[in-house]
């Protein structure tokens, strides 16, 4: 503020000093018009045709603060709970403050015109992300008669970067796999319409990928399924979830050297790994809640969107390879296999940082194994854990088949007030994530925080607080019951799942480590759409292997994403697989140089690639393949192949539409984010509690924003600039016409010695 006021000064002092000077010159004038001193002098004054003036900035008012409510239960809403109040455009229901859609996007196919072989093709139209429920019927087609069918050349000559088979390619993946087979093309066939297998013009690309599905066959393992013989038995004797089996001999705990690497400028990382999220259920792909994720939406704004991201098809077998950088088929992870864990030889993400130097953290849903103190998440790399060990809990309960699961560390939380059946589990979730921000703070100003935020939001049971519930209850909704239905429900849920993005990215300002860190927000799988989620307009859900099962929406945002690249999207093929390799580069300064156990890993670094736009370096992406469950399932670049028979074979348009908030005064304002807070290089935001640190609210000025703290200086900075501009100017005129009255007395004079 003193610096700026010293500006201040120093243009007020300019100011004058072009006065003082211009007033010299009128008076140097006057003399020599006075003395008839003959000069040269050139057409118009050095501001006769400059009419611009620095328009006055004045401040504006701060926005309203929204009133502090508690939260449900009996613990008191945490200091950090907000959410934003935005305006939104009444055709497309998006938020008004986002910059232009990209122009990249998925193609959509034209049904007027079959191109015949060869013959090029029109440039693809995008396909609409935001629709309002007037739009519909879906503008795709409904059944395969009207898609058409787009011929190939015949020739296919891959560059051959993955794996070599260990065994010769047959066929067929093996004798015992004989089930059906589809193939498709996802360039000319994006949604998975067109089974492309008896089309002899692919003939070359079917034999490439069956010898490729021959080899992730012969690399898949069978699952580790513990003995759960006595699991119950041991739960009702812990009055809830714990290890049920000593840990088994000769098990050693992988211990880091958290010296191994050692990089100054190594930024904080907190990934939010959010639970059963459709591709259509972010605001910025949804066609029928796009208003609902607002902080998600300005973060995928001001970061980049990775549009051709794919996680596993369920949740174990996507935490598993995002925690090892491995397929699951290496794993024995498997969406049919409810009881694998991940193997005790597998080092994760968290162990991997710690060699980096980080602290690292971990709150939310752990599904990766409980049978052994081993298998816990504090065994597995994380110096604190806070959540559940199960696949899910009642939100409420804290239960899984009806058995307690609430854990700190390898405790199991049993204080009223946490354990309190009122309480909703995200509101508990998220103020141990605060805790661990701000203790991290506290404790280790100097070293980097890993935080993998594992949220059990969106998914099953279907349960939100009333105030949530208030602002999705929609008269049109084809359901008879106005109040608890899981469509009500699901679009309450993603109100708080942004609720929580929102109050996380606040307390990073407000700690004053946002600038220092990368969030990445991703979904696990495709939305559940046996229950709710959707993934429309791909075919397929959670548990599939077409892309409606495995796309995956993701995010990257913060500091080390270079400015001309906010706000953009990447469209190369990326992996969950890849986030480790990728995390440990950006962390370690690239000096990472693989497993700290030498594993082998699947994910590549993608950092360069995203950043530049750059061809994706993760050619081959294996969404699935295990001998155990007979299904595999390759994509190489554009071409997939499918062994085994699919899930849900259709896709599906939501049948019910939330197009407003219906009660945003129970929104709670804790502050008010814009992009230009969210920026390179932020400096101030709002805080709704009234609270002293600095603020980043803005108000809005023009097209523009204005970031209100600053409001007065920049008042007086222009008011000062545009009254010494008029001052210089109106001398400067009253000079000129001066000086044109010595050029006609001279030129009077010189008229009178000629003639």
Request: aromatic share 10%; glycine share 6%.
């Amino acid at each position: 503020m003193r610096l700026l006021c010293e500006l201040a000064l120093l243009v007020a002092l300019v100011a004058c000093f072009l006065t003082r000077s211009a007033y010299a010159e009128h008076k140097h004038a006057g003399k020599d018009a006075g003395t008839h001193t003959k000069k040269k002098h050139k057409k118009g004054g050095a501001n006769d045709d400059n009419d611009d003036t620095t328009p006055t900035m004045a401040p504006t008012a701060k926005p309203t603060k929204s009133p502090h409510h508690p939260f449900a239960g009996a613990i008191d809403k945490p200091t950090h709970l907000p959410t934003i109040s935005i305006s939104y455009d009444s055709t497309t229901m998006k938020p008004t403050h986002l910059p232009p859609e990209s122009t990249t996007g998925e193609p959509t196919i034209s049904p007027t015109h079959v191109p015949k072989p060869g013959e090029p093709t029109a440039a693809p139209t995008k396909l609409p992300t935001h629709l309002p429920s007037s739009a519909y019927p879906s503008p795709l087609p409904t059944s395969t008669e009207m898609i058409p069918t787009l011929s190939l050349a015949p020739t296919f000559e891959p560059s051959h970067s993955g794996p070599t088979p260990t065994t010769a390619p047959t066929s067929a993946p093996s004798d015992s796999v004989s089930f059906n087979s589809k193939l498709f093309n996802l360039s000319s066939d994006p949604y998975e319409m067109n089974d492309e297998e008896a089309n002899d013009d692919y003939s070359d690309i079917k034999d490439f990928l069956v010898d490729r599905v021959e080899y992730w066959f012969n690399q898949s393992v069978n699952p580790s399924e513990p003995n759960i013989t006595d699991r119950y038995s041991a739960w009702e004797a812990c009055s809830g979830v714990c290890p049920w089996l000593s840990d088994s001999d000769g098990y050693t705990e992988i211990v880091v050297n958290r010296s191994t690497y050692s990089y100054a400028k190594a930024p904080h990382v907190i990934l939010f790994l959010v639970d059963d999220w459709g591709w259509n259920d972010v605001g910025y792909h949804s066609t029928y809640m796009s208003w609902t994720t607002p902080t998600i939406d300005l973060l995928a704004s001001t970061g980049i969107k990775l549009e051709n991201h794919y996680a596993h098809e369920s949740c174990v077998p996507s935490r598993g390879a995002l925690l090892t950088g491995r397929y699951s088929l290496r794993l024995g992870l498997t969406s049919s296999s409810t009881e694998a864990e991940l193997p005790l030889t597998e080092t994760t993400i968290g162990q991997e940082f710690q060699t980096a130097g980080y602290r690292t953290h971990m709150v939310g849903k752990w599904d990766m194994g409980l049978s052994t103190q081993g298998h816990l998440p504090k065994n597995r790399g994380f110096d604190s854990f806070y959540g559940f060990y199960s696949p899910y809990v009642d939100y409420y309960n804290k239960t899984y088949e009806g058995y307690y699961d609430l854990q700190d560390g390898s405790v199991l939380v049993t204080n009223e007030a946490e354990s309190d059946t009122s309480l909703h589990n995200a509101y508990l979730m998220q103020t141990k994530a605060e805790d661990v921000i701000t203790t991290h703070v506290s404790d280790y100003p100097d070293t980097p925080l890993f935080f993998l935020y594992s949220l059990q939001l969106i998914h099953y049971p279907y349960e939100a607080p009333q105030r949530f519930l208030d602002r999705c209850q929609y008269p049109a909704s084809p359901h008879d019951d106005t109040t608890q239905t899981d469509e009500y429900n699901y679009c309450a849920m993603n109100l708080m799942l942004d609720e929580v993005v929102t109050n996380i990215t606040c307390l990073l300002k407000e700690q004053d480590i946002y600038d220092d860190t990368l969030i990445v927000i991703m979904s696990d799988n495709g939305g559940a759409k046996f229950i709710d989620g959707n993934n429309y307009p791909y075919r397929g859900s959670k548990g599939d292997l077409y892309r409606g099962g495995v796309k995956s929406t993701a995010i990257v945002h913060g500091s080390k994403v270079p400015t001309n690249k906010q706000g953009t999207s990447y469209s190369g093929q990326m992996h969950i697989t890849d986030w480790l390799p990728t995390l440990m580069g950006i962390a370690t300064g690239e000096q990472w140089t693989g497993s700290y156990t030498g594993a082998e890993l699947d994910g590549v670094d993608m950092w360069s690639s995203i950043v530049t736009d750059g061809a994706s370096k993760h050619t081959e992406i294996v969404h699935s393949c295990h001998t155990s469950a007979d299904v595999c399932s390759v994509q190489w670049d554009e071409y997939r192949i499918q062994y085994g028979t699919p899930k849900s074979p259709d896709f599906s348009t939501p049948d019910f539409h939330f197009t407003e908030d219906l009660a945003p005064s129970e929104s709670y304002a804790q502050c008010t984010l814009s992009s230009s807070d969210l920026a390179e290089d932020p400096t101030s935001y709002e805080s709704a509690s009234g609270s002293s640190h600095k603020t980043y609210a803005s108000v809005g000025v023009g097209s523009g924003t204005f970031l209100a703290p600053w409001a007065g200086v920049f008042a007086f900075l222009s008011v000062s600039v545009v009254t010494g501009t008029i001052v210089y100017i109106s001398i400067r005129r009253r000079i000129e016409k001066r000086k044109e009255a010595q050029r006609y007395h001279e030129q009077e004079q010189h008229r009178g010695l000629l003639f």
